[in-house]
């Protein structure tokens, strides 16, 4: 076994690998740019040595600086994580050739799987279902045009050498495959360095399952049960769930069989993944082979128990698989939902900058369900404009598909992150969902469910009732630790008020106590819009996250102060709450209401980023659906398009700038 290995990653991925090497008793060495010198992973290894500037290509990219520090450190083998060069046969070789042990597959399979045109010929070959499309490399955008209307519309433009979404286009006609294919060309080169795409089939309402393969180089090839992987956005993976609720045994097992003899075709060993599209009639096409350890891997390791980084190592260390396919098994169902460092109110743009205040759920068994939170970051750390967005992968195990979904609810109401904007809120919001809970999935789920994006939600009646009562809960907690400060000029009478109203976001919510005292923890009886509750909690003042019991039923949400009332976020409501006297809330009625301002004449940067492409000049008349900017951020380029006929009046943005959100980019005359 090593001794030591290198982890060429960094955030959350390299600080997973870490912990199972420290685990399996293997001493550590981490990489860094300037970006990450204070990182977590940097703060966990055993060493850690700085490789460069902040952008990938001038760090985590340059294999030579990795090896370097191999030979400086010792190291014996490399873990690549995911993404960065963990797909790259060339680096693979280097290593080789260094004596240095590459945690992955060989570059035989790396070559043959990680490219998505080439694999699809493997497939082929080994009998392995496939979409229709075309498999050479297209020239150009007529080229494309000319492809797609043989295969029929709609198509997939896809990065030949592509991952995580990026590269990729749906094109419904002629126009769209023009645009799609320059906007996947550009994307695939800035990312990976390999502008070349090819165009499929695009199987409509498509759910995206994905088997989890093993392999060691003794022969011995396994499958680890499927992950479902449909829920999407912008073809990024959001939540993933194992296993499926869409899968009978038998296409389980054909699809587990299908795999395993691709992996034999390239001769695999290590963990790996093939993904797979699958109709409404369980009719299921492969997609791709990822020849590196997944994202969503935990979802895996949770409902089989098999700790995939250390059969990683072990296979890389020459040692045969412990289980043979037999022996696998199933047990309950968990899911994995990523929380990104995104705006879900702003179309889900990424978002910048540092963590205030970072307070994951407590991991662990939470009576008989389990939460596992695997992250890279803590409180204070900075979320950059260099790498990926996502900030942590939470996991929540349960023996039955209800209650992980409810365990996962409970577990995101109580995931505290301030200081930047992130997609906990539509995360929490999905967990009620009627859709995703009764499992009707499809990889158009978000943009079918969310068409217009996802805005604000309001509470009904009874949520809004439910609100109040937390809300004065909170506020009677907090006026009787005042009530009792030692300081105060005038001693309280010890009565307390019954009538209340909570205005919640507009409305006001009449409510009344059935009497009672103050303590902690608080234990009332309350009257809210004609709904009775049982209000009971542990909270104290100043704690983010309110825990307790309304009827019976388990609640968490978070409170947090704003002026003259609360904000309080709970299964995707973010409402602002302010408890008044009945008197109080009827001169509240009459105070006026602030109008935000007009920018409709105003193209402003929906995130921070850097300025592409301006696609208009001053005095320019422009129709609705035309391009008026490209932004890129995170690895992504955002393509900008006005809203309704319009003239362009002034540019305050040129190509190469670096803007923040809401910079002014156009005004309109």
């Known amino acids: 076994m090593f001794k030591k290995i290198l982890i060429a990653n960094r955030g959350e991925i390299a600080c997973r690998v870490i912990k199972t090497a420290r685990r399996m008793g293997i001493a550590t060495v981490a990489v860094y740019s300037d970006a990450d010198r204070d990182a977590l992973h940097v703060e966990m290894a055993d060493e850690a040595v700085h490789i460069g500037p902040a952008a990938a290509a001038e760090s985590y990219l340059v294999a030579e600086k990795i090896i370097a520090v191999c030979k400086e450190t010792?190291?014996?083998?490399?873990?690549?994580?995911?993404?960065?060069?963990?797909?790259?046969?060339?680096?693979?070789?280097?290593?080789?050739?260094?004596?240095?042990?590459?945690?992955?597959?060989?570059?035989?399979?790396?070559?043959?799987?990680?490219?998505?045109?080439?694999?699809?010929?493997?497939?082929?070959?080994?009998?392995?279902?496939?979409?229709?499309?075309?498999?050479?490399?297209?020239?150009?955008?007529?080229?494309?045009?000319?492809?797609a209307g043989q295969i029929g519309y709609p198509v997939m433009i896809k990065a030949s050498a592509g991952g995580g979404g990026k590269g990729m286009r749906i094109a419904w006609n002629e126009a769209e495959v023009r645009d799609g294919f320059d906007r996947a060309r550009s994307e695939a080169r800035?990312?990976?360095?390999?502008?070349?795409?090819?165009i499929e089939k695009y199987i409509v309402d498509p759910r995206h399952i994905e088997i989890q393969v093993l392999a060691d180089a003794h022969g011995s090839t396994v499958y680890l049960g499927e992950r479902e992987c449909s829920i999407q956005r912008r073809n990024q993976k959001v939540v993933e769930e194992a296993p499926s609720p869409f899968l009978d045994g038998k296409t389980r097992q054909a699809m587990g069989k299908q795999s395993v003899a691709l992996a034999k075709v390239v001769d695999y060993q290590s963990a790996g993944t093939v993904e797979f599209i699958v109709d409404r009639d369980r009719n299921f096409y492969f997609l791709e082979m990822n020849t590196r350890l997944q994202v969503e891997h935990p979802v895996t390791e949770l409902v089989t128990g098999i700790d995939l980084v250390e059969q990683m190592i072990r296979i890389a260390a020459g040692e045969t698989l412990p289980f043979s396919q037999k022996d696998i098994k199933l047990n309950g169902w968990a899911i994995e939902s990523r929380l990104y460092a995104e705006d879900p109110y702003r179309n889900f743009l990424p978002s910048i900058g540092r963590l205030t205040r970072y307070r994951p759920p407590a991991e662990g068994w939470h009576g008989s369900t389990?939460?596992?939170?695997?992250?890279?970051?803590?409180?204070?750390?900075?979320?950059?404009?260099?790498?990926?967005?996502?900030?942590?992968?939470?996991?929540?195990?349960?023996?039955?598909?209800?209650?992980?979904?409810?365990?996962?609810?409970?577990?995101l109401d109580g995931f505290v992150v301030d200081g930047i904007a992130h997609n906990l809120p539509f995360l929490s919001a999905l967990m009620k969902h009627p859709r995703w809970r009764e499992g009707r999935l499809s990889t158009g789920f978000i943009a079918e469910e969310y068409p217009h994006g996802f805005a604000p939600m309001a509470p009904d009646?009874?949520?809004?009732?439910?609100?109040?009562a937390v809300a004065l809960s909170t506020a009677l907690i907090e006026a009787d630790r005042r009530e009792r400060h030692i300081d105060r000029l005038r001693a309280s009478d010890g009565k307390l008020r019954e009538e209340w109203v909570v205005k919640i976001g507009t409305d006001y919510v009449p409510v009344r106590l059935a009497g009672g005292l103050v303590t902690i923890p608080f234990d009332m009886e309350m009257e809210?819009?004609?709904?009775?509750?049982?209000?009971?909690?542990d909270w104290r003042p100043g704690g983010p996250v309110w825990n307790g019991a309304i009827d019976g039923r388990a609640v968490t949400a978070q409170v947090r102060p704003v002026l003259n009332g609360m904000r309080i976020d709970w299964q995707g409501l973010a409402v602002r709450a302010?408890?008044?006297?009945?008197?109080?809330?009827?001169?509240?009625?009459?105070?006026?209401?602030?109008?935000?301002?007009?920018?409709?004449?105003?193209?402003?940067?929906?995130?921070?980023?850097?300025?592409?492409?301006?696609?208009?000049?001053?005095?320019?008349?422009?129709?609705?659906?035309?391009?008026?900017?490209?932004?890129?951020?995170?690895?992504?380029?955002?393509?900008?398009?006005?809203?309704r006929d319009l003239v362009v009046g002034k540019i305050n943005a040129k190509p190469g700038e670096s803007l923040a959100v809401d910079a002014v980019i156009l005004e309109f005359a």
């Open 578 to 643: 302010t408890v008044f006297t009945p008197r109080h809330a009827e001169l509240d009625c009459l105070m006026p209401v602030k109008v935000p301002p007009d920018t409709s004449k105003l193209l402003l940067c929906p995130m921070p980023g850097l300025v592409i492409s301006i696609a208009v000049a001053e005095g320019q008349e422009v129709k609705a659906g035309e391009t008026l900017a490209v932004v890129e951020a995170m690895k992504m380029e955002n393509v900008l398009r006005a809203e």
């Open 461 to 468: 009646q009874r949520e809004e009732a439910l609100l109040a």
């Open 528 to 537: 809210a819009a004609g709904e009775k509750f049982h209000v009971v909690t």
């Open 370 to 411: 389990i939460v596992r939170n695997d992250t890279g970051v803590f409180e204070g750390a900075e979320i950059s404009m260099y790498y990926d967005p996502m900030i942590a992968k939470l996991c929540a195990w349960a023996p039955d598909r209800s209650a992980a979904i409810d365990a996962m609810g409970q577990a």
């Open 190 to 198: 800035s990312s990976f360095g390999d502008d070349r795409v090819f």
């Open 74 to 147: 010792g190291a014996e083998a490399v873990h690549p994580g995911y993404g960065f060069l963990s797909e790259r046969a060339s680096f693979c070789e280097a290593l080789e050739r260094e004596g240095i042990v590459f945690i992955g597959p060989k570059p035989k399979a790396i070559r043959a799987m990680g490219d998505k045109i080439e694999s699809k010929k493997f497939a082929n070959a080994a009998k392995v279902s496939t979409v229709p499309g075309h498999l050479g490399v297209i020239e150009d955008a007529a080229h494309a045009e000319k492809i």
